[in-house]
């Protein structure tokens, strides 16, 4: 079950990626069409306000069809075979779904106490989706739905039918069996969901209203499950979901940002939701203090070996928002530091919150300063103030408590083991020996990196199913022990390997994406 749940929460990872750049383009779009930020320039009617409007309106896209990309990612990332056949099947019966759900509304909403005439949005509970007028299930009935699909296609896409049906077999065959589950699950949703929507809005309430403990166990539980890949479940409800605001947290901040731009309210005042948006401060100002630690506490003579591996990651988290690179350095060698920095992650949040910090604050600097700081500045700037003052000086916090737990106890985090610098040579470094120093190409190194792992894992023969998230490749092999040991996986260039039975997660980093399609080349899926 575990092992399920690490491979949906990578799949539901993957839509998620494309997030951040809309965001980043939306609020820009918006700061640049204010008037009391830029001037009389953004005026409507003018060349430069219906410009940034164009801007504007395609940023939205990925937000204004979430529910769509997250059909795309789960079916891209939970397919066992012909995953790009299975996307089709889950966009094709999902839109199905909301065609059923909407006739059955249209023609029977008053007995499932749905109001179908109202407008979309507000506190109708009706949403378009894909041009339907349908009941919001948002994320959550996407990724149910895909899921659904998913299993339907792994069981019935290879069903062999008598040859005078053959015209139905594969994603036909797929599609028409969905046909038939979605008439029953939308009657189901139009009886049940308008009962979860009310209680949805008791639950946001209820997180409004628990103040700073709120803060600080979602952010805990944020952190110290990145481990387990399960940290999805805990963020996407609130950044994407229904859990803290209708249409989540990520796209009700940008709906709300010329509000919030022009209003001399507390931030906390008007957008209370974006407490729980707060995480994305331990990337920005945790990851200096923690490499910081490592730097000062090797030897000095591995001193330069330690800066050239936690720059690159530390300024991949401060930047990009990205920690994994970093956290896997030390997770480990030393879990209890890991430990330490969710309990200081969660703290650093709610010491900010306190002082009435709030935001769309789940990435790094880039997403953090283009969509809160460079366009809400000007009217917020004490809050945005005590935030990079409070930032800091949990910088030097986390450079303290690292320093002192790694010298106290030994950790062997970068540059303070005997045998550093060891490395074992596999089947890349015999290729790279036979292409006679000839420049490799990015694909080249890829297809290495795939050989090195593959040959880890005991074999094509020994992967069942292959997936990634931001940075690990996700795989099940069918038997574990053919897997050989952590060594094997560092000399093909991984950070870290993650070992539960028959599921490993590889850590990759950033080209992770690039390095899976290479492993599924190289073994035939």
């Not at 560092?490 to 390997?497: D, E, K, P, T």
Request: aromatic letters at 12%; proline letters at 3%.
């Amino acid at each position: 079950m575990k092992e399920k749940l690490q491979r949906f929460g990578g799949a539901m990872f993957t839509p998620v990626l494309l997030f951040a750049f809309s965001g980043i383009m939306v609020a820009f779009a918006l700061m640049f069409n204010n008037t009391a930020i830029v001037g009389s320039i953004a005026a409507e009617g003018t060349l430069w306000h219906a410009f940034w409007t164009i801007i504007e309106n395609g940023a939205w896209t990925v937000f204004r069809q979430m529910e769509i990309m997250f059909v795309i990612g789960i079916a891209l990332g939970l397919a066992k075979k012909a995953n790009a056949r299975a996307v089709m099947e889950a966009v094709v019966t999902y839109l199905t779904f909301n065609y059923f759900l909407s006739s059955i509304l249209e023609l029977f909403g008053t007995r499932f106490g749905v109001d179908f005439t109202q407008e979309v949005g507000g506190t109708s509970g009706l949403k378009m989706i894909a041009g339907i007028k349908t009941l919001d299930t948002g994320v959550l009935g996407a990724i149910a739905i895909a899921s659904v699909v998913v299993f339907l296609h792994n069981r019935y896409f290879d069903k062999k039918l008598p040859e005078w049906l053959g015209i139905f077999q594969g994603s036909s065959f797929v599609v028409i069996v969905g046909f038939f589950t979605m008439l029953p699950l939308s009657l189901l949703t139009a009886s049940v969901w308008p009962a979860v929507q009310t209680s949805i809005a008791s639950t946001q309430v209820l997180m409004i209203n628990s103040g700073p403990f709120g803060v600080w166990l979602y952010t805990f539980l944020e952190r110290i499950l990145i481990p387990t890949g399960l940290h999805h479940f805990i963020y996407t409800p609130f950044m994407f979901g229904p859990a803290i605001v209708e249409g989540g947290i990520v796209t009700s901040f940008i709906e709300n940002i010329p509000l919030l731009a022009s209003t001399d309210a507390s931030l906390v005042e008007v957008f209370p939701q974006g407490a729980f948006a707060l995480h994305g401060n331990s990337k920005l100002f945790a990851a200096p203090g923690i490499a910081l630690a490592f730097y000062f506490t090797a030897k000095k003579e591995n001193r330069k070996k330690v800066a050239a591996l936690v720059i690159p990651a530390t300024l991949t988290a401060v930047l990009a928002g990205i920690t994994e690179p970093l956290e896997f350095t030390f997770l480990f060698v030393a879990p209890v530091l890991f430990l330490v920095h969710a309990l200081l992650a969660a703290t650093m949040s709610t010491v900010m919150y306190s002082f009435g910090v709030v935001g769309d604050m789940g990435g790094g600097l880039i997403e953090i300063a283009s969509k809160n700081w460079i366009p809400l500045f000007s009217n917020h700037a004490g809050t945005y103030i005590a935030q990079i003052i409070i930032g800091l000086a949990f910088t030097g916090i986390y450079f303290m408590v690292f320093r002192y737990l790694i010298v106290k106890f030994d950790y062997m985090t970068p540059g303070r083991s005997e045998v550093e610098g060891a490395k074992l040579y596999g089947k890349a470094d015999y290729r790279e020996k036979q292409a006679n120093g000839k420049k490799k190409t990015a694909t080249d190194r890829y297809a290495d990196q795939a050989l090195a792992f593959i040959d880890a894992l005991g074999g094509a023969d020994n992967i069942d199913t292959v997936n990634n998230c931001a940075t690990r490749l996700r795989v099940k092999v069918i038997d574990a022990g053919k897997v050989k040991d952590d060594s094997a996986f560092n000399a093909g260039g991984a950070m870290g390997i993650v070992r539960s039975k028959n599921a490993f997660q590889v850590i990759v980093g950033l080209s992770v994406p690039q390095v899976r399609e290479a492993v599924e080349i190289q073994i035939g899926k």
